[in-house]
């Protein structure tokens, strides 16, 4: 079988981070915007803005070659979830055409940096894996249990875990 291993590790982080927005849409104002006192820095409502935002700016990076327009009115959980959705499904369709011109190019950015396309999608990842375990860490002190978002889960979950004897 034949598959694109990028877009399956893209299509996971997409996952990922809707799961841990499923979790969040039942937290109160209060939980959202609660400070922890520990390494991680930030509210959630704060951490899933910068989650997405940068997203969103990742893929415009590699689809459109500059930045979203700067908002004026930071977005609503619903609409950043809006976001994160059609950002993650644009960074799944760029990866499934390695033709296209946006991977074959290096991107000028604004610092005058010309970065391989490549780095912006290693940089989406991990910048999400890492924000979605301090959401977590958050989740853990205010008493919610954070939801299970591993590859493992994943893969159970897209039928790609197959039993022994099967």
């Not at 400070?35 to 893929?59: C, F, K, M, N, W």
């Amino acid at each position: 079988m034949t598959e694109n291993i990028l877009a399956r590790l893209i299509e996971h982080n997409n996952w990922a981070t809707l799961q841990i927005f499923d979790v969040c849409a039942t937290l109160t104002a209060a939980q959202l915007d609660f400070e922890p006192q520990s390494a991680v820095r930030g509210t959630i409502r704060e951490t899933l803005r910068h989650l997405v935002l940068s997203q969103e700016d990742y893929t415009a990076m590699l689809t459109t070659f500059d930045h979203p327009p700067e908002r004026e009115v930071m977005p609503t959980l619903v609409e950043l979830r809006e976001i994160v959705v059609q950002s993650g499904r644009e960074l799944v369709a760029l990866v499934q055409d390695f033709s296209s011109k946006s991977l074959q190019s290096q991107i000028q950015v604004s610092d005058g940096y010309r970065v391989e396309p490549w780095v912006f999608i290693v940089q989406a990842i991990n910048h999400a894996t890492e924000h979605r375990e301090q959401i977590k860490s958050i989740l853990s002190a205010l008493g919610v249990e954070p939801p299970r978002i591993d590859g493992w889960m994943y893969g159970r979950l897209e039928n790609a875990l197959i039993p022994p004897g099967s």
